[in-house]
């Protein structure tokens, strides 16, 4: 079973859309939670950092953690063209936290 | 401020052959670490060194991965003899400091491809 797993899409939106993305795990000992997003032939960017429960926002962006679910996501609000990538989740245990377990990515296409 | 450069690429080399990846992190980070993706599959922790010492090598696949970092700056992973099934994406990132909340900045990737 893998740790932590991930739609991969490809999701297409209209501009504008909210755009939902998800990722579950297993190990209940993930503590900290990343979103991370990938341009074609690029490094995955850092988007959104969380430590355990609760939700975050950022400009557009609203991450969300559920630990009693082992879930979490990521909400984008009037997305844009400029959003099309892929969106990767990763997540780390506090016991080894410079570790990451990533998901597989999913790939967000918006639609001018 | 540059950031986390890779070099090359993208290699192609034949099974059997040895290749050696280059990451230079941004100046002044302590921290690296090595990842990769191969074809499908989500992106993999590999080891992760501070300063020049090896903090975390528990996803270093076989003895045919070798790391390096001399000096604490730029980093080496040599990979001898090469198998097909080691194709795949080698991104490497570092952080300024080994706290949960400093950042993993993440360089472009070299594409392996083992023929």
């Known amino acids: 079973q893998k740790e932590v797993e991930q739609d991969p899409g490809p999701l297409s939106v209209p501009e504008g859309a909210i755009v939902s993305l998800n990722c579950t795990y297993s190990n209940s000992a993930f503590q900290y939670f990343m979103w991370y997003r990938q341009y074609s032939r690029k490094g995955p960017e850092l988007l959104m950092y969380t430590y355990s429960s609760g939700n975050k926002e950022d400009g557009r962006f609203t991450a969300q953690v559920d630990k009693s679910s082992k879930y979490i996501s990521l909400f984008i609000r009037d997305s844009q063209p400029s959003d099309s990538a892929t969106y990767l989740c990763a997540m780390s245990a506090a016991r080894n936290f410079n570790k990451f377990y990533f998901g597989s990515g999913t790939k967000l296409n918006v639609k001018p | 401020e540059a950031g986390v450069t890779q070099f090359p690429s993208h290699s192609v080399i034949e099974k059997g052959q040895t290749v050696t990846l280059r990451c230079d992190p941004i100046s002044g980070h302590d921290n690296l670490y090595w990842y990769r993706r191969v074809m499908g599959k989500e992106i993999k922790f590999l080891l992760h060194?501070?300063?020049?010492?090896?903090?975390?090598e528990s996803g270093m696949p076989n003895n045919r991965f070798l790391a390096e970092r001399t000096g604490g700056t730029y980093s080496t992973l040599k990979v001898q003899p090469a198998e097909l099934e080691d194709s795949g994406v080698y991104f490497c990132?570092?952080?300024?400091?080994?706290?949960?909340?400093?950042?993993?900045?993440f360089g472009p990737g070299t594409r392996l491809t083992v023929l």
């Open positions: 060194f501070v300063k020049e010492s090896k903090q975390d």
């Open positions: 990132a570092s952080s300024r400091g080994g706290l949960a909340w400093d950042t993993q900045y």
